[in-house]
């Protein structure tokens, strides 16, 4: 099975840009649909972007700023991040799901038990992005 390592985030001054990086290892990248969710303080998990098949989607809160992209030949996903406001302070996950499965299918919400998601899929362990001035 797929394990995922996020590296990038940190902090940011609003209208910077960040790249989160989401490596994967155990299996090829390729077999899966891969996508973003976010969990900002006192909010629910959720998902931003997702690339199922081919097909890119944006929740409503992220599109026309960040923009999700695979290099399945580095078994890598990415998260660019543009124009960064307050709001999108939160812990950044990446999430894997095999791909006869689309996430309209998989669901908006994840569900985080201290700092680690649990459920069904394959995540990365977390990455926080602060955005401050």
């Known amino acids: 099975e797929v394990q995922l390592v996020q590296s990038g985030g940190g902090a940011v001054q609003p209208g910077g840009s960040l790249r989160l990086v989401c490596k994967a290892s155990g299996a090829p990248l390729s077999d899966y649909n891969v996508g973003w969710y976010r969990q900002a303080p006192g909010n629910e998990c959720q998902r931003i972007a997702s690339?199922?098949?081919?097909?890119?989607q944006y929740d409503d809160a992220v599109k026309g700023r960040f923009t999700i992209s695979r290099d399945n030949a580095e078994n890598t996903v990415y998260l660019q991040m543009n124009s960064m406001k307050d709001e999108d302070t939160a812990v950044y996950y990446c999430?894997?799901?095999?791909?006869?499965?689309?996430?309209?299918?998989?669901?908006?919400?994840?569900?985080?038990?201290?700092?680690?998601?649990?459920?069904?899929?394959?995540w990365g362990q977390g990455t926080w992005v602060t955005v401050t001035s």
């Open positions: 999430a894997a799901i095999m791909s006869l499965i689309s996430f309209d299918e998989f669901g908006t919400k994840c569900t985080v038990v201290g700092k680690t998601v649990v459920g069904a899929g394959y």
């Open positions: 690339l199922s098949s081919g097909t890119e």
